[in-house]
């Protein structure tokens, strides 16, 4: 049956945030028509109507960048950074993501999913409907394999939507220490087309930097992700610039992410290629970071801008989409509205979505209903999500 909502401020996110006070109906999993009240077809005459009480509704969110399969914690990390240790150090004395991989080998599938279904039931509750889940805390074939078989667990036991990547090339683990190239060849390349060939996974990343893989060797994983017809997306320029947007744009990515020491010819590359580089303040803020990914220079490119939480153990144990907005906007100056596109519009194209994002005639009806009159108190708030309800293909979540 078609559902009517009225009395409600929509933020369509059509030109700008797209605001509308009509009525829009909803017909199966899909949006069906969006108007003024009056001017209601017939033949949604005896929808089930739905008075909002003139809250904010907008699309569901889309966090477009997270790590959340994976066992144990980084607290004594965090402090060692709070005592004057750098990302890099911690890393290279064997904690960091090593740390992890560390626990996650150590953890059964039935372990990891009941940590992951708390950890995606906290970005649920923040309005999200559309998650991304990357691997990298395994680093085996077998144990990559099993983090990503959990992943898509996740999405047939919760109302989500999820994309799965590979993120095989995320650290080199102890054994092949200073045989990075070797790692590639045994490990992230195997357990790539193994992983496609279960069908687990819709996109590849890598994590392209000083501590971890070189432009070269990621252009070797994304040449075999590029014959399996996988999309790829890039952990490029967190820690310095290795150029890594550059190569992920000669391979049309879906998305650049971290980028704070992205240079000009990075933006220029995103831009011709039209990719979106994916903003991770969680992590800035977690590493005290303090060179700024170039917003300025990415707006007036016209690089559409999502921004994600990147929950991980280490460097961003953030859940809150909302908080992750915050951030973009205090930390980077990012606007309200950059950053609802954020988590909405730009962040489906991050994922390579055109279905959502919007709410638009025949886009999924998937919708985020918020305490709130305007949609700049959704990035105003600290630490605070307003959230009234969620719509979940096209019915209210229990």
Same mark, same amino acid.
């Given at each position: ?246 190569? /992920? *744009?000669?391979? #049309? %990515? ?11 010819? =990075?933006? @220029?590359? +995103? !831009? ?23 917003? /300025? *220079?990415?707006? #007036? %490119? ?11 153990? =280490?460097? @961003?144990? +953030? !859940? ?27 962040? #489906? ?12 005639? =025949? ?36």
């Amino acid at each position: 049956m078609a559902i009517l909502l009225q009395n409600a401020i929509f933020a369509t996110m059509v030109g700008g945030y797209g605001l509308h006070e009509g009525a829009v109906v909803l017909e199966g999993d899909k949006v069906a028509w969006i108007g003024a009240l009056a001017a209601l077809p017939a033949r949604f005459a005896n929808a089930a109507r739905h008075d909002l009480g003139g809250r904010l509704v907008t699309p569901a969110l889309i966090d477009c960048h997270s790590h959340i399969v994976f066992a144990g914690d980084r607290a004594a990390e965090f402090e060692l950074r709070l005592n004057g240790a750098s990302y890099a150090e911690v890393a290279q004395a064997g904690g960091g993501i090593l740390s992890t991989v560390r626990a996650t080998r150590a953890a059964s599938e039935a372990e990891l999913l009941a940590a992951s279904l708390a950890r995606a039931d906290q970005i649920i509750a923040g309005g999200v409907a559309t998650l991304e889940i990357k691997s990298g805390y395994g680093l085996t074939l077998a144990d990559e394999l099993k983090l990503l078989r959990v992943a898509r667990e996740i999405g047939r036991q919760r109302a989500i939507n999820l994309r799965v990547t590979h993120l095989a090339a995320h650290a080199i683990p102890p054994e092949y220490q200073s045989r990075a190239d070797a790692y590639i060849d045994e490990v992230a390349i195997p357990s790539l087309r193994a992983a496609h060939a279960e069908g687990l996974i819709d996109a590849v990343d890598a994590f392209c930097e000083t501590i971890a893989f070189s432009p070269a060797q990621v252009e070797r994983l994304f040449l075999v992700a590029q014959e399996l017809g996988l999309p790829v997306k890039l952990h490029a320029e967190q820690l310095s610039d290795l150029k890594g947007a550059v190569l /992920a *744009a000669r391979f #049309a %990515a879906l998305s650049a992410d971290h980028i704070e020491y992205m240079a000009a010819d =990075g933006v @220029a590359a +995103l !831009a011709s290629a039209g990719s979106v580089a994916v903003i991770l303040p969680g992590a800035f803020y977690t590493l005290r970071e303090t060179q700024i990914p170039p917003i /300025a *220079a990415l707006r #007036a %490119a016209g690089v559409p801008m999502a921004v994600a939480t990147d929950y991980n153990p =280490g460097s @961003a144990p +953030l !859940a809150s989409l909302t908080l992750a907005m915050n951030m973009a906007c205090t930390l980077f100056r990012m606007t309200p509205l950059e950053a609802l596109q954020g988590t909405t519009l730009h962040a #489906a194209r991050a994922l390579g979505l055109a279905d959502r994002g919007q709410i638009a005639v =025949g886009q999924r009806a998937d919708l985020a209903i918020w305490a709130a009159r305007h949609p700049a108190e959704l990035s105003y708030r600290i630490g605070a999500t307003p959230l009234h309800a969620r719509i979940f293909g096209g019915r209210f979540d229990a």
